[in-house]
């Protein structure tokens, strides 16, 4: 482990008099993690520390209780392993002992200005810089404000923030108008029929789950899930559909043809309130018949029928549509095929009905006003970041990437791709700044490594994708160590560089900024919403935002065929696009690795966040692989064996487990762990590849297909111990 840091945490470094009083205090602090459900968490602080920390019980949609990852968030606050100060690196790139050394925060911030200056300065110019960050907190002023501001300013290179929800949000847009409305989720509870598709709900939005159980009990709702993978939701359902992995428009498709065939249609919505019906229709009727369905989901032909029959006709109707399908070659389409479903029954009509992708944007939140895309010079490059092994090898177009700042992520682990990514940390002449509050998979490769601030050490303003709350998150308790947050860090490089003051101001006017926006935010003032803590947006009681059949379209209706579409070179209606390694259609690929491995996150785990704490990681176990009997039996594996899992692009060593939680020709890895933790030194992302979702230049995690052999002898060590 590099650089522990000394403790006691529990008497933080610098604490001001005003948070330091003896009696204790309570303050409601707002989750940060990159999760729907934007929690609000009741923190307790004695002599300036925290000292308990639960779920807010007068919340309405936090309901007083907290996830299995969070309700242990002191336990990372309070970490001895919180990096607590600024390091240099003394010795070579990669996992190790003490090849950092402990330096000031002038020293540090000298350093990063000064190279940056020089690369901007130089031939390459600041295109050379290439920001990474996604979303280690989801808060406005330390993911989507000054950070944004300083690299607009600065003229580096764009991050295309895509590994996560990219390819669904095109998708849904194409349908919607939209990428981001959709169903209200407090109203799930007046819902008769629930389809989690592609949502490990119970886990990844669990007080939404807790919403979808309420459904149940009070009027008996059916809990469908629709997962290759037989998660923890799917368990937890009245009904589970397992079809193969990257098939989810054509089971769609095939839904459609039997609610056309059997004129289950809601006619009257559909004239109303879309294009292209008839079009639809044609298509699915001559090309998607439940035999043919069945033949590329593995769905029976009988559950096809009978789902398309319950859909059709038990209202409210509510579509969970979540991230699982949209991390497959055709993730995009899949998305815009599905979100047709409720304009074909009416289910938009219905409190609760219709889908639900992402709440984000009821907000109107005036991000333009916070991020100032106009600082950048017009032309100034994207960078796709599933690609960041590709920048980094100098394979894409324009200059080279010199330098590298990463903040909110750790693209080591997470990143499609690995070795290429780890080969292009390795870059000897990169420099690399990381901010993280832990020694990371990606802080081993960093040059300069700065300590960030946890949720309850700095003030944050926050959004969420599934629910309708704005929300404040006042600072708690003062810095650990000499840690800093974001928007800090980011300032005092600004200032250093030169750039505008009135461009980097302080955090009130910041939030005052972004709640100048649309009409959702009216009346939510900076003083009101620091005095109530979280305020539902202006928003109708009984919410339905296309009850009326009027969409964000250019035809102002659901597009169920797209000009748009075939303008981007599209097919305009909705089709099936195979996954790009799928066996079906790929049966040389299929001949060498002819699994298909799924590698969502695991329930203790927020993707590689808690992977490091002792608490998490008891709790979770170490790396496993999941493959159905038969595919262990006829490679010579038992349960508990160790393996090997590979493709062409990489390896990673994980314990088989028999779990009965796939189908043959399907395999599970679930994480994200670190690879400085794991035998082997490397990851599930090891083996999963950087090519791209049909639209929105998406990540394909899911669509990978692989072999697994046992493991001659006992497992490699892994390059640190946590
Ligand atoms: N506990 C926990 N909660 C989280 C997160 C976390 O890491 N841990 N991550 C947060 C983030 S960043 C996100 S983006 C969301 C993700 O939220 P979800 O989308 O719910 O998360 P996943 O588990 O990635 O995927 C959901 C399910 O899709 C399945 N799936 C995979 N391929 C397919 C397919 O082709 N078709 C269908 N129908 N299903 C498929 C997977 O097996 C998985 O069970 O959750 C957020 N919440
Ligand atoms: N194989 C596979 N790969 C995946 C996924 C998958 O399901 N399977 N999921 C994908 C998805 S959905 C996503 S969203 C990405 C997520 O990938 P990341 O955005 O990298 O998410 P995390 O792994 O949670 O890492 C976030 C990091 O931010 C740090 N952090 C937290 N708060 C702060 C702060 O205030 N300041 C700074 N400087 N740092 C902070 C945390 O300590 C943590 O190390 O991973 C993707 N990768
Ligand atoms: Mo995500």
């Given at each position: 482990?590099?650089?522990?840091?000394?403790?006691?945490?529990?008497?933080?470094?610098?604490?001001?008099?005003?948070?330091?009083?003896?009696?204790?205090?309570?303050?409601?602090?707002?989750?940060?993690?990159?999760?729907?459900?934007?929690?609000?968490?009741?923190?307790?602080?004695?002599?300036?520390?925290?000292?308990?920390?639960?779920?807010?019980?007068?919340?309405?949609?936090?309901?007083?209780?907290?996830?299995?990852?969070?309700?242990?968030?002191?336990?990372?606050?309070?970490?001895?392993?919180?990096?607590?100060?600024?390091?240099?690196?003394?010795?070579?790139?990669?996992?190790?002992?003490?090849?950092?050394?402990?330096?000031?925060?002038?020293?540090?911030?000298?350093?990063?200005?000064?190279?940056?200056?020089?690369?901007?300065?130089?031939?390459?110019g600041p295109e050379a810089i290439l920001p990474y960050s996604y979303y280690g907190t989801m808060g406005k002023l330390q993911a989507e404000s000054l950070d944004r501001r300083f690299f607009h300013r600065l003229g580096a290179s764009m991050l295309d923030r895509t590994i996560c929800a990219s390819a669904g949000g095109v998708g849904y847009e194409y349908t919607m108008g939209t990428?981001?409305?959709?169903?209200?989720?407090?109203?799930?509870?007046?819902?008769?029929?629930?389809?989690?598709?592609?949502?490990?709900?119970?886990?990844?939005?669990?007080?939404?789950?807790?919403?979808?159980?309420?459904?149940?009990?009070?009027?008996?709702?059916?809990?469908?899930?629709?997962?290759?993978?037989?998660?923890?939701?799917?368990?937890?359902?009245?009904?589970?559909?397992?079809?193969?992995?990257?098939?989810?428009?054509a089971l769609a498709l095939g839904l459609m043809h039997v609610i056309w065939r059997d004129g289950l249609?809601?006619?009257?919505?559909?004239?109303?309130?879309?294009?292209?019906?008839?079009?639809?229709?044609?298509?699915?009727?001559?090309?998607?018949?439940?035999?043919?369905?069945?033949?590329?989901?593995?769905?029976?032909?009988?559950s096809i029928e009978e789902l398309a029959r319950r859909y059709a006709t038990e209202h409210p109707s509510l579509i969970r549509l979540n991230y699982g399908l949209q991390r497959h070659g055709g993730g995009g389409m899949a998305v815009r095929t599905i979100s047709c479903l409720p304009a074909i029954v009416g289910a938009w009509r219905h409190r609760g009905g219709g889908v639900l992708l992402s709440t984000s944007g009821t907000y109107g939140l005036n991000s333009p006003a916070l991020t100032r895309p106009d600082l950048s010079p017009p032309g100034t490059r994207s960078v796709n970041m599933n690609r960041l092994g590709e920048a980094l090898l100098g394979e894409l177009d324009g200059p080279p990437v010199r330098a590298l700042y990463v903040y909110n992520c750790n693209p080591a682990a997470v990143a499609p791709d690995q070795a290429k990514v780890i080969r292009g940390l390795s870059r000897a002449d990169l420099f690399t700044v990381v901010h993280e509050l832990f020694p990371t998979d990606t802080v081993d490769y960093a040059d300069i490594v700065l300590p960030a601030t946890s949720q309850l050490e700095h003030e944050d303003l926050h959004t969420s994708y599934g629910h309708h709350f704005v929300m404040h998150n006042p600072r708690a308790i003062a810095p650990v160590g000499e840690s800093r947050s974001n928007a800090e860090v980011f300032r005092a490089l600004a200032a250093r560089l030169g750039f505008e003051p009135k461009l980097f101001p302080?955090?009130?006017?910041?939030?005052?900024?972004?709640?100048?926006?649309?009409?959702?935010?009216?009346?939510?003032?900076?003083?009101?919403?620091?005095?109530?803590?979280?305020?539902?947006?202006?928003?109708?009681?009984?919410?339905?935002?296309?009850?009326?059949?009027?969409?964000?379209?250019?035809?102002?209706?659901?597009?169920?065929?797209?000009?748009?579409?075939?303008?981007?070179?599209?097919?305009?209606?909705?089709?099936?696009?195979?996954?790009?390694?799928?066996?079906?259609?790929?049966?040389?690929?299929?001949?060498?690795?002819?699994?298909?491995?799924?590698?969502?996150?695991?329930?203790?785990?927020?993707?590689?966040?808690?992977?490091?704490?002792?608490?998490?990681?008891?709790?979770?176990?170490?790396?496993?692989?999941?493959?159905?009997?038969?595919d262990a039996s006829s490679r010579g594996l038992s349960d508990g064996d160790w393996a090997e899992v590979f493709n062409d692009r990489g390896r990673f060593v994980a314990r088989v487990a028999l779990t009965g939680a796939v189908r043959p020709g399907t395999a599970a890895s679930t994480g994200i762990y670190w690879s400085r933790l794991s035998p082997g030194g490397s990851g599930v992302n090891a083996t999963t590849s950087a090519a791209l979702t049909d639209m929105g230049g998406g990540a394909t995690f899911f669509d990978n297909l692989v072999e697994v052999r046992k493991l001659d002898g006992p497992p490699p060590a892994s390059p640190c111990e946590s």
């Amino acid at each position: 482990m590099i650089a522990r840091p000394t403790p006691p945490p529990t008497l933080p470094i610098g604490d001001p008099p005003a948070l330091a009083t003896a009696t204790p205090t309570v303050v409601k602090n707002v989750c940060p993690l990159d999760c729907p459900d934007t929690c609000r968490m009741v923190v307790t602080v004695r002599n300036g520390v925290a000292t308990d920390l639960r779920g807010d019980r007068e919340h309405p949609f936090t309901r007083g209780f907290l996830c299995q990852k969070m309700a242990r968030y002191l336990d990372r606050v309070y970490s001895p392993d919180r990096l607590t100060h600024p390091l240099r690196r003394v010795g070579p790139k990669g996992p190790g002992r003490g090849r950092f050394e402990r330096i000031g925060w002038d020293e540090a911030l000298d350093l990063i200005a000064d190279r940056f200056r020089a690369i901007a300065e130089s031939p390459d110019g600041p295109e050379a810089i290439l920001p990474y960050s996604y979303y280690g907190t989801m808060g406005k002023l330390q993911a989507e404000s000054l950070d944004r501001r300083f690299f607009h300013r600065l003229g580096a290179s764009m991050l295309d923030r895509t590994i996560c929800a990219s390819a669904g949000g095109v998708g849904y847009e194409y349908t919607m108008g939209t990428g981001r409305l959709g169903a209200d989720p407090m109203a799930v509870v007046d819902c008769s029929l629930i389809i989690n598709w592609g949502s490990n709900t119970a886990n990844t939005n669990s007080h939404l789950w807790s919403l979808m159980i309420e459904a149940r009990k009070r009027h008996g709702a059916s809990i469908i899930t629709i997962d290759p993978y037989t998660s923890p939701t799917a368990r937890r359902s009245d009904w589970h559909l397992q079809p193969r992995p990257g098939t989810d428009a054509a089971l769609a498709l095939g839904l459609m043809h039997v609610i056309w065939r059997d004129g289950l249609q809601d006619q009257d919505y559909l004239d109303r309130g879309t294009v292209g019906a008839e079009l639809l229709r044609d298509r699915v009727l001559k090309e998607y018949a439940p035999d043919r369905v069945s033949a590329i989901t593995g769905v029976p032909a009988s559950s096809i029928e009978e789902l398309a029959r319950r859909y059709a006709t038990e209202h409210p109707s509510l579509i969970r549509l979540n991230y699982g399908l949209q991390r497959h070659g055709g993730g995009g389409m899949a998305v815009r095929t599905i979100s047709c479903l409720p304009a074909i029954v009416g289910a938009w009509r219905h409190r609760g009905g219709g889908v639900l992708l992402s709440t984000s944007g009821t907000y109107g939140l005036n991000s333009p006003a916070l991020t100032r895309p106009d600082l950048s010079p017009p032309g100034t490059r994207s960078v796709n970041m599933n690609r960041l092994g590709e920048a980094l090898l100098g394979e894409l177009d324009g200059p080279p990437v010199r330098a590298l700042y990463v903040y909110n992520c750790n693209p080591a682990a997470v990143a499609p791709d690995q070795a290429k990514v780890i080969r292009g940390l390795s870059r000897a002449d990169l420099f690399t700044v990381v901010h993280e509050l832990f020694p990371t998979d990606t802080v081993d490769y960093a040059d300069i490594v700065l300590p960030a601030t946890s949720q309850l050490e700095h003030e944050d303003l926050h959004t969420s994708y599934g629910h309708h709350f704005v929300m404040h998150n006042p600072r708690a308790i003062a810095p650990v160590g000499e840690s800093r947050s974001n928007a800090e860090v980011f300032r005092a490089l600004a200032a250093r560089l030169g750039f505008e003051p009135k461009l980097f101001p302080d955090d009130d006017t910041l939030m005052r900024q972004a709640l100048d926006g649309g009409p959702a935010l009216a009346g939510i003032s900076l003083e009101r919403l620091k005095a109530e803590g979280s305020i539902r947006l202006n928003l109708p009681e009984d919410y339905r935002p296309f009850a009326d059949g009027v969409f964000p379209t250019p035809s102002g209706k659901c597009e169920l065929y797209s000009d748009r579409m075939k303008a981007a070179g599209l097919d305009p209606l909705p089709t099936y696009i195979p996954p790009h390694e799928d066996p079906i259609t790929k049966p040389d690929l299929a001949a060498k690795y002819p699994l298909q491995l799924l590698s969502p996150p695991r329930p203790q785990f927020l993707n590689s966040t808690f992977a490091n704490s002792a608490s998490h990681l008891k709790a979770a176990g170490g790396p496993t692989i999941e493959l159905a009997a038969e595919d262990a039996s006829s490679r010579g594996l038992s349960d508990g064996d160790w393996a090997e899992v590979f493709n062409d692009r990489g390896r990673f060593v994980a314990r088989v487990a028999l779990t009965g939680a796939v189908r043959p020709g399907t395999a599970a890895s679930t994480g994200i762990y670190w690879s400085r933790l794991s035998p082997g030194g490397s990851g599930v992302n090891a083996t999963t590849s950087a090519a791209l979702t049909d639209m929105g230049g998406g990540a394909t995690f899911f669509d990978n297909l692989v072999e697994v052999r046992k493991l001659d002898g006992p497992p490699p060590a892994s390059p640190c111990e946590s």
